[in-house]
Each structure stands twice: as C-alpha cells, then as structure tokens.
C-alpha cells in the first residue's frame, strides 16, 4: 500500500468532498499526554534583569542663587529695545515703582515662584551684584551644599550680551562699569553639581564657553594626574564639570522676544510660572478666539491652587505635569531621562517647564537650548492634547466666575487610560511602548481613577519582563510601594498581582518591601480565606521572594506568623497555591534555625508529608523541596532534631519511584541536604557497601550472557552511526565507556576483558576520553556506575542482612540504598546529581580511611569530576580543552585540600545555569519565578485559530480522518491474501519490538537498546538512537503516545524502566528524552534481564521471563505495566504517579496486556497460561473477575476488542487461539495454529493473526482460521528464506504487517497489490 501520500499531500486535501474532509472529533477530544511546561521546556527561572531603573544616585537642589542684573531705567548699550517693549519681570512692571524698590521686588518674586517647587531649598538673592560678591555667594553656596546641587539663576537683561570670550557682565561698585565675569571663574566657585539658567539675549555663548571651558579642565586634571611636578599640580585641582546642567533662553545668535504682550522674562516665566504663561500664550493664540468670553484677565481670576489637584488650576497643573513627563519619556533616551526627569525634584520640574519654554519661544523665533541637549520636543502630539484641556477648562470659566456653577472636571486622564487600554489589546514586544505609560503613573495619585489604572498597570506588566522594566524606569515603584500601606480591599487583587510581576523581575525589590513593612500586606492577603485562590498564590509567590535567601526578610516574615498561615493553606485545593506554600516554608526557614524550630513546634514537615503524595507533580517537588531545607540546616544537633531528620528522610525515601523525574531531581537535592549534614555515618555506610561489593561477587547477568549475544551486533561492519541524543549529552561516547569499563572490571566473571586488570573504581569515566583517574596502580575507590549498580544489586535485602548484621538497616544505610537506586535512575539528570553525592562521600569515606596513599598522587588534583559516565562532562569539557584543575564551581573533583562542611558536594548538573555552584541545588525556585514573568493572558497557541500550531494540528487530524476512511474501506473489502512484500532493509540491531506509527508511514524498530525508524514508504531509514539503558537490560516493549497528535514513543526496559522520547525521525531536532521512571521497581531478579536468544525461543520459561509488558490508553492517559512481577502497576501520565497496583494473583509472570477503558477492564495473559481478566473500578482483594485456564503453556499475546461487546482472543506458545466471551466460563471458540510461536499479532480491524515461528515461517490467518498467507521467502532476495521470526506487528489502520527477524532484516508485508 503506498498510503495515499500523494493524496495526503496533494493540493485537494481539505477542498470539496463536504463531510468527507471533516477531521474526526475524538481526535480533538483525546487528552495528550506529557505535553506540559514541564515537559516541552527547559527548566530555568527568569533572567533577572540589570536594574537600571533604580536611581543610583538621588540628588536635592539645596542652595539657589538669585542673581538678577537688571539695573532699572538704565538699558544696555548694545541692545535697541522697540517701543512699545516687553517690560514685566516676573509679572511686575520695574517702571511702576522706585527703580530699587522694583528691584528688590522681583528679587523677592522670583524666589516665591521658585519656592512654589522647591521650598525647602536656600535661597540667596544677589541684586545688581559686583564680581566679589557672585564670588562670595556662589563659594558659601557650595561650601554649605558640599556634594548636592547648587542653581545659579542669572538673568542679564540689564547688562550688556555674553561676550565671545566666555564672559558674562556684572557692575562695578558705583555702576559707572560694566564688569565681565569670566565663565571659567564661575564654574570654579560654582563646582559640581550644579545648575545654571541664563535669561539672556545670546545666552547660547555661554553654554559653548562653559563646554570649552570644561574641556580645558579636564585636560588640566590629567596632565596634573600624569605629572605630579607639573606647576597645576601645586595648585588645587578645579573641579570637574560633568555633572552640569545649563538651560538657556536662546541660542547664541539670537535675541530675547521683544513683544510688549509678552513678559521681558518670558524664559523665567516659563521655567517657574508655566500655568500662567501657558494660558496667557493660549490666549494669545488665533485659536483662543474659538473659546468665547476668555480674556486675559479673565485668566488671571481662574479659582484654585497649583497644588490642589480637585480644583481648576491645581487639575491644570496635574494635566501639565502628566503631559510634559510623558512627552520626556517618550522621547529622550531612558538614561537621560532618568538623570534630569527622576533624579531630583527641582531639576525635573525645571525641565519639564523647559519642555513649554521650547515650545513657547520658538513661537517667537526664540530657540532655548539646554545641555545636556534634547531633542526637539514643540512638535508632539501630546500638546494637543494640552491644548483641548486648557480649552474645555477656560471655556467653563465664564460661568464659573459669573454665575458660580460647578466646576466639570476634564476628561483627560480616563481618555488618556482609554488610549492605554487600545494599545494593550493590540500590544506587543517589538512595537513602540505606550506612550501613555507616565500618565497612567500620574493617574494612581487619584483615588478617582486608581482602580482602572492599577488594573492596566497590572496588564501591561503581564506582557512580560520587559514591559516590567520600561514600568520601573518610568518610577512606578515609589507609588506602588506606597500604595501598600492603603487599606481599600478593593486594590488587594490588583497590588499583589502587580507585585507578584516586578518580583518575579528584579528579586532584589524584597529590601525596599521589608524596609517598609509591605510584607505585612502579603501575609494579610495570604491569611485572608476570602482571597481568590490565585491572589492568596501571588502572595505566597511574593513572600517566597522576601524570605529568600535574605536573613533580615526571613526574620520580618516569621515574626508576621508566615509558618502558622503557610501550613494552614497546604491542603487548599488550588495546585499553584499548594506549591508556592511549599517553596514559601523551604525558602524561611533556609539556614535560619528559628524557623526551623518553629515549623518543628507546628509539626510542619509531618503537616508537608501529605504534599508527597499530591496529584500534581510540581507540589510533590515543592513538598520534597520544602522537607530538603528542612533537614538541611546546619545549627546544632540535638537528639530532637535528628529524630525529625530521620522521621523526614524515611518518608522522602518513599518518593524513590516518583514518575516525575523533577520530582526525584527534587529527591536527590534534598537527601544531599542530609547527606552534608550526617557525613560521618554516611562515609561509615559507604565504607561497608563498598567492602561488601568487593568480597560479594554477584554475577552479573551482562557478563554471563552478553559474549554470546552482543559481538556479532557490534561487529558487523554495517552498524551505522547513532544519532547524538540531546538530552543525554554524548550519549554514545557514554555508552562506550560504559562498556569499556564494564570489560575493564577485574570481576572474576569477566573474563572477555582479557587481561586488563583495574579494580572497578579505577575508571572513573568522566571525560569521554575516559581519562583514567591518576594512574591505575593508585587505589582510590571512586564509584563507576558499574560498581554502584552491583552495590544496589547486592544489597538486596536477603543477603546482606545476614552479612552486615544489625546496624545494616539503619536510616543512613536506608539514604544509601535511596541513592544507590537514584544513581541507576533511567534519567540523566537524576542519576548525575545522585552520582555526584555518593562520589562525593566515597571520596570522602576512602580518603579518610587511607590519608597517606592521596598525598603522593599529584594526578589527582588534575582530574575530571568523578561522574560515571561522559555525561559528567560537559562541565568540564566544553569543546575539547582538558580539564582544568579544580577550578570547576560543578566540580565533585578530588580536590584534596577541601574542607569538610557545608560546600561538600558542590555538584550543581551542568544543565542548570541558574544558579552559581552551591550544594545540589533545587531547581524549584528560580525556575517557578517563571510563571510570573509572562502572564497568562495571552491565549495559548493552539487555541488561537489562526495560529501555526493549530493549523498543523488540524492538518494531523484530517490526515488521522484520511487513513482511518481509507484503511476502512479497504479492510471490509476483506483480506484475502496478505504477502506482498512492500519493503525490506537491514536493520542495525537484530529487531526485538516492531510497532508501526498509527498515522505516518513510519515505524519503530528497537534492537537491545536502540531504536531505529524507517519510513516505509521512501524505504528510508529516518533515526537511529541509543535508548539509554543499562547494558544487561534490553527493550521489550514500546508504544506511541498522543499518536494521533504530537507523537512521543514509549519505550519499556526488563528492568521495569520506561522512557519517553520526543522529536524522534525529525530531521531538524536530536531525539530528546521527555521523561523517565522506574515503572516496575522490583522485577523478579531470577530471570531479570537475561536476553533471550530467540534460537532457544520455544521453551520460553528457562530463559528470559517476559520482561516489562504494556498497554496504553490514550483516552483516559493511563499506563498499564506488568511483566516479571506479581502486579499489574496503572501509572497515571497526567499525575505522573502510580494510581494502582493489581496483584495478578498467580505465581508467574504477566507476558501480554491488553485494556479497555470504555470498561476499564484489563486482560493479562501469564507464563503459567493463564488468561485473566480484572476491573480496576474494584479493590485489591476482588478486581479479579474471571480467570481462564484453558492454554497448557505461555500466553504469547492476549487481545481485548475495543468494542462494548468485545471478546478477548489469546495465544499461547503452542499455537492455540482461542476465543472468550466474557460472560462464558469457557472459550466460545478454539484454533490451532503452528506449534513453536515465537511472535504473534492480531489485526485490531481487520480479525486477521499473524503468527512467526521458529522454523523460519509466517502464517497469516484469517478470523475463520484459514490460512490467507505462508510466508517463507524474501523477495527478490534470490529467495534467500527469512530468518527465525523475533518479532511481529500489525498497522493498527493498514492491513500490513511488519515482521522483524534474527537475521537483522525487517520487512513489512501487505494486501495484494490490486486493492491498492
């Protein structure tokens, strides 16, 4: 059958054909299986952000000099006025009154108009002034300042313009002179910081002078630094100009506007009065002429004050502040804005006004210049906005003045919000940010708004990190900070969500929260039982990040009772919540004894016990989390406290078989906690265990059996390269060296190695050169994976107890068995971190047995971490560079001079970049800090309609729709022959399993512990990988899961390990493993593992029992497994836990499963011939239904039909089919097929049997038990015979049957090639 694959890929798919092209709902309604965040990506906490937005230097303008030469009734000679002329200085006319009485009024106004924005500063008013006294003023403002800022106001409009040369003019005593004041003089009383502002005609000049002059000091300074006998070393060095700020009325050709409309110092007025001068201009304007009834002194009587933000001028004020922030943050670079918008209070208000200044003087051909420079700003949008507020307030005015009515307030901040929202629906990374942000930051300072804001806010932080950063450069912080110490419940939800998002972004705000009490706020929101769910998670999330590792936090939060509130929310039914309680408990009382106690006080690690078993796998891994830093303080040990340790460490032991691989990394880190804590007794365990293995030789099921079996495979010349498998590292040089170091052992068994004689610990594999560890004849005893897997081998329970004695059942000889089973942990990640601890103590252990022999091998210190295997490597060895000594922070190295305590295993998995290399360390923390970085309000991918994901799902499916149509109409044709030979290839390890993917044209071949997969259709080989299991085990199951979907293989192991692979046949990405478990812990040891030779198939019981069997069911995402064992064991994939155990009931081992979840009823075919079938609705005790004992020999394969009424069909060795109904006692129906069966499948379709058999045949039958097809022969092969059949399996669509045999060839068959 060539499938259709031109039709699947052809144009017409999806067009026409009505229903025809609908995909089938139920693939829809299918649950997938191990998809989740914890599958798909990589573990890691958010990448904390630099914080630039923090003020690292917050200044204050603390003195301000007034220095006004105006010299009233005398005009400079170089300027011509007009007449009639610009006259008010600071809104008071000089000629209506004694010229030095006008003086000392404007002095006194321009002080007031500057204290309305800085009051607390000093201010000194130099009127008409001579050089000597600027000097004396300027010097005594910057001594009193010392290092804050100093203003230095100058307004020339009584003396002649700056001059070229960098001066400005003063007067002599009499004032019959002006006097120039150089400008470099002025900088070197004046020092820095400070600010100048010049309201001048050519007040451009002297920012240009001030810049030389600047320069030239800095060249000074260095020719001083560089030459201390330099003559302007001797002097006092000046000081250094940087930190100036200059803001001048016009540029350095220009002249101040002479309008008699306008005030003389229209650059002051802007700069200290700008409500006024902003109305006055409006006024002024063609457009005011649109607002009937306002006039200038209209204007002058608006009612309100600047700072009263409910009134007229005071909202006006507000509006401006919001509208100049916003056009500054928009449109200057964000350090500069920081710098002059955020780092001082009376420098931002000044350039803000300065902002209006720009735009009011330009109107008058006037161009005002600052420095540092800003972009040109009179042009944004955002004063069109200022203009229709000024518009809908001054047109009220009439009737407010006249008739007395209400002021109406402006609509400018709910549109404004309005305009945010707009962008947050259309919102994205790589788009502009809102330009609304500084205003939605003005809008929390009203109780008004607040509410609508803090919601946006608390959207727009949702985008992610960077929507974050850009809310804490615009200062955000200081208000939310604030607005903790608020009362209204009504923000709680909003302020925890908003707090829960910057933590989750710079942890470092955890000071400023306690510094004030904001952590009261969170335990107050986390206590409160009428909380959401998700609120009291924030909060928890939140206080997580106070306590962590941050003492003066931990001590607040225990004070405010968090222990007591955590543990009452454990059992909450909100799975985020139970987890982020759990991290909130690990995290306080982490090296902080006192909350230690406290928890033990409230028995809170016996409270944490009933989070191991929880149905979600991240707060089983938070609990473990939790109870590790429990254990794993390291203050004083009392009788007390070791008991709970003890108590802790036994109920953690139980989690050895989790599902979850992060839960068993979890596992590791926090046994290694107890491990550092008790070293001494574990170092005493480690010393027996590996007395033991050496005088204990078990035999090792590889070594007996592997000569014979795995030399040919390994030989023969047309063994491929296998493909690197990503999450394995260099998995291949791994296995290399595992089997190198497996020849190597000088065990009594192995004789294979020749005469090569290390003792087991001398290799440590680590690196892929697999360098040995110093030389071979040095004996220290760093364990190989070899040796720890006999370790555990050995201890099994029977023979040690007699040898050890008593002491062996101790809890640390527990902890070391927990960790020896780690160590052979079918996931990488696992079995590193484990191998690591228990290095790092049989270091320890042997070297303090034997100090003297360490000292002379110097290799030592040169060598890699003793890890088993090249996986240890990637630590050390990135590229090809050898490894460094010691310097590794992930080391576990023979460092000699280490010192006991608290940095023992300094073993921290290579893949885990987070966090520096401190003990093994969870990965909990850092990596949940995730979820609160990007928020979920976006919608997932897939339920987008339009999106990438779902529309190649929706291609899957149809495709599904396709092969089942297609594959139907073939099958109730009937099948009358089926021995068309549709393809054939030489797989690179003798086939052990087949299985055929449900929906490609693509199947699995695994050999002892690879995979191989071939598109059947191209006759390509697609994949070839190392499954990763220990050399004496072999595959003996595999299944696909999500099969209709995302497809992940499962493949089973006869040690009762399973794993599950994703991105398998994909030509872009290395196959990757998603997960790992120890299905089946205690697979029979008799039998466990010996590969059977398929040459000695037929009397099955004397060798290999039957491995690890499964049965998938992807409706319900059940797992069924049995095997060697007396129990069928239901895993459920959605928990990642163990659900059931059944015991079978019988005395040997379970050789086929079959389920129907429709029924939940499973059927399990026995090595005793038994059939037997069990509800798993029903207890223990009676879930077996029907036992049927009608076969003599083993069960080859059972099959349950899915249907309600389905019968159960099963096969034995010596080729009896026969059929079951079940409510029948006995089979309804019984065929004889061929004797000697080595393999056996049945269409689940079409009732075809295929059955192989020893003597190089294959039969297939048809439900009558007609034979359709013998098949003997390849062909074209010159009708070379086919091999001793290993392994058969049917499509489950197609009518095709794949056949793999011992001599490494696989061939599919199908229907006749006319039905095609």
Request: charged share 20%.
């Amino acid at each position: 059958m060539r499938m259709d694959s031109d039709l699947l890929h052809s144009p017409a798919l999806g067009v026409g054909g009505g229903e025809e092209e609908e995909s089938d709902m139920t693939d829809w309604n299918l649950p997938l299986t191990f998809m989740k965040k914890r599958h798909s990506e990589k573990i890691e906490g958010s990448k904390a952000l630099a914080q630039s937005w923090r003020m690292k230097d917050r200044m204050k303008t603390v003195s301000v000099a007034l220095v006004l030469c105006l010299n009233v009734g005398v005009d400079p000679p170089d300027v011509v006025k007009t007449s009639p002329c610009a006259r008010l200085e600071c809104w008071i006319d000089p000629l209506s009154m004694s010229p030095q009485k006008a003086l000392e009024s404007i002095g006194a106004n321009l002080q007031k108009q500057y204290e309305n924005w800085q009051p607390r500063a000093r201010y000194k008013q130099s009127l008409d002034p001579t050089v000597d006294e600027v000097k004396k003023l300027c010097t005594s403002l910057r001594r009193n300042a010392k290092e804050e800022r100093v203003l230095f106001h100058y307004n020339g409009h009584g003396v002649p313009r700056p001059t070229v040369n960098g001066e400005i003019w003063v007067f002599n005593k009499n004032y019959t002179q002006y006097i120039p004041l150089s400008v470099y003089d002025l900088q070197t009383w004046m020092g820095s910081p400070s600010i100048f502002v010049y309201d001048c005609s050519n007040a451009g000049i002297i920012v240009k002078s001030f810049k030389q002059f600047a320069l030239q000091r800095e060249q000074e300074l260095e020719v001083a630094a560089i030459n201390p006998n330099h003559p302007l070393a001797q002097v006092p060095l000046p000081p250094s100009m940087k930190n100036c700020i200059q803001l001048a009325a016009c540029d350095a050709s220009e002249l101040l506007p002479m309008n008699s409309d306008l005030p003389a110092d229209l650059f002051t007025s802007c700069l200290t009065t700008p409500i006024k001068i902003a109305l006055r201009w409006f006024c002024m304007q063609k457009s005011a002429k649109l607002v009937p009834g306002v006039t200038l002194d209209l204007i002058e009587k608006i009612p309100g004050r600047l700072n009263d933000r409910r009134t007229p001028l005071g909202e006006l004020n507000w509006i401006f502040t919001a509208i100049t922030d916003t056009i500054a943050w928009n449109v200057l670079p964000r350090d500069l804005f920081q710098k002059l918008f955020r780092q001082d209070l009376l420098v931002a208000s000044l350039f803000r006004n300065f902002l209006l200044a720009e735009r009011i003087m330009r109107s008058y051909n006037c161009t005002p210049v600052s420095s540092p420079r800003l972009p040109p700003t009179y042009m944004h949008a955002m004063w069109q906005a200022w203009d229709l507020a000024v518009d809908i307030c001054l047109s009220q005015l009439p009737t407010i003045i006249e008739e007395g009515t209400a002021f109406r307030h402006s609509p400018f901040f709910a549109e404004q919000l309005t305009a945010f929202q707009v962008w947050l629906t259309m919102g994205v990374e790589n788009r502009n940010p809102p330009e609304q942000l500084p205003i939605v930051l003005q809008v929390l300072l009203s109780q008004v708004h607040r509410l609508r804001a803090l919601d946006l806010l608390g959207r727009f932080l949702d985008l992610g990190p960077w929507a974050v950063s850009l809310a804490l450069s615009v200062g955000i912080f200081p208000y939310v900070l604030k607005l903790l110490q608020s009362s209204a419940r009504e923000l709680r939800p909003l302020l925890v969500f908003i707090w829960a998002k910057i933590l989750a972004v710079d942890s470092s705000c955890q000071a400023d929260l306690v510094k004030d009490n904001g952590h009261k706020y969170f335990l107050s929101v986390l206590a409160d039982p009428y909380m959401p769910a998700e609120h009291r998670t924030m909060a928890a999330f939140i206080l997580a990040v106070i306590v962590n590792s941050y003492n003066t936090g931990q001590e607040a939060c225990l004070q405010g009772n968090l222990i007591a509130i955590c543990l009452e929310q454990l059992n909450d039914p909100h799975p985020l919540l139970r987890q982020w309680v759990a991290i909130c408990l690990g995290r306080i009382w982490q090296n902080f004894d006192s909350a230690r106690w406290c928890g033990v006080r409230d028995s809170a690690h016996e409270k944490l016990y009933s989070l191991l078993s929880d149905p979600i796998p991240e707060v089983r891994c938070a609990a473990v989390f939790a109870l590790g830093s429990f254990v794993g303080n390291s203050a004083e040990r009392t009788d007390h406290s070791t008991t709970i340790d003890h108590n802790v460490a036994m109920m953690l032991a139980q989690l050895l078989n989790d599902g979850s691989p992060v839960v068993r990394k979890e596992l590791v880190v926090a046994l290694s906690h107890l491990v550092v804590q008790y070293e001494s007794n574990f170092c005493t365990v480690a010393l027996q265990f590996m007395e033991e293995e050496r005088n204990y030789a078990v035999s090792s099921p590889a070594s007996t059996t592997e000569a014979g079996n795995l030399t040919p495979v390994r030989d023969s010349p047309a063994i491929p390269r296998l493909r690197s498998v990503s999450s394995y590292g260099n998995i291949r040089a791994a296995t290399t060296v595992r089997n190198l170091n497996k020849s190597l052992q000088n065990l009594n068994l192995s004789e294979e190695g020749g005469s090569v004689t290390f003792s087991p610990g001398n290799l440590s594999t680590s690196s892929s050169a697999s360098s040995t560890l110093g030389s071979p004849d040095n004996d220290e005893y760093i364990l190989s994976f070899e040796t720890i897997d006999k370790m555990r081998r050995v201890s099994s329970y029977s023979s040690l107890n007699s040898l050890i004695g008593v002491s062996f059942n101790s809890v640390y000889t527990q902890i070391w068995r927990v960790l020896l089973h780690l160590a052979a942990d079918p996931y990488p990640e696992v079995y590193d971190l484990a191998m690591k601890v228990l290095n790092s103590i049989a270091y320890k252990a042997t070297m303090n047995a034997r100090p003297q022999r360490i000292l002379d091998s110097g290799s030592l210190t040169q060598s890699a971490p003793a890890s088993p295997t090249s996986k240890g490597t990637h630590i050390h060895q990135v590229g090809g560079s050898p490894p460094m000594p010691s310097t590794s922070s992930s080391s576990l190295t023979n460092e000699v001079p280490k010192p006991a305590g608290r940095e023992l295993p300094s073993a921290r998995p290579p893949y885990t970049p987070t966090l520096g290399g401190q003990a093994p360390h969870s990965h909990q923390f850092p990596r949940t800090r995730k979820m609160f970085d990007k928020g979920p309000d976006q919608i997932p991918e897939e339920h987008d309609v339009e999106s990438h994901v779902r529309k190649e799902r929706e291609w899957r499916f149809l495709r599904n729709a396709l092969v089942r149509r297609h594959s139907q109409s073939i099958t109730q044709r009937g099948i009358t022959r089926l021995d068309d030979q549709i393809f054939i290839n030489r797989n690179p390890g003798v086939p052990s399993v087949v299985k055929f993917h449900p929906f490609n044209p693509c199947i699995a071949v695994a050999d002892k512990d690879s995979i191989c997969f071939w598109d059947w259709e191209k006759g390509e080989k697609l994949d070839y990988f190392y499954n990763g299991n220990p050399r004496y085990t072999r595959i003996t199951a595999m299944e696909y899961l999500n099969g209709h979907d995302c497809s992940l293989l499962l493949t089973a192991t006869d040690d009762g390990a399973l794993r599950v692979w994703k991105n398998f046949a994909d030509l872009e990405r290395n196959p990757e493993m998603v997960t790992a478990w120890q299905g089946l812990s205690d697979m029979l040891p008799t039998t466990r593992g010996l590969p059977r030779r398929v040459s000695i198939h037929l009397d099955r019981s004397k060798q290999g029992g039957a491995g690890m069997v499964v049965d998938w069911e992807q409706e319900t995402g059940l797992l069924m497994t049995s095997g060697d064992v007396r129990v069928i064991r239901i895993w459920d994939t959605d928990r990642e836990m163990k659900i059931q155990d059944i015991p079978t009931g019988a005395d040997s081992c379970v050789t086929s499963l079959s389920c129907d979840s429709q029924r939940s009823l499973i059927a399990a075919g026995l090595g005793d011939g038994s059939v037997r079938i069990y509800d798993r609705r029903m207890g223990p005790n009676e879930c077996r239904v029907v036992t049927y004992r009608e076969h003599s020999a083993w069960v080859v394969k059972v099959h349950l039909q899915k249907q309600t009424e389905g019968n159960i069909i099963s096969v034995s060795v010596n080729g009896d089919v026969r059929f079951f109904e079940l409510r029948m006692p006995d089979s309804v129906n019984v065929m004889q097929t061929v004797k000697g069966l080595t393999a056996l499948d049945i269409h689940p379709q079409a009732n075809l049997f295929a059955c192989g058999s020893m003597n190089q045949f294959i039969a297939v039958y048809n439900s009558s038990g007609d034979v359709i097809s013998n098949i003997k022969y390849y062909d074209g092969f010159m009708g070379q015979r086919i091999g001793a059949i290993s392994c058969l399996a049917f499509h489950p669509y197609w009518p095709h049957l794949a056949v793999g045999s011992n001599d490494y060839y696989m061939s599919i068959y199908s229907a006749e090639k006319r039905m095609r």
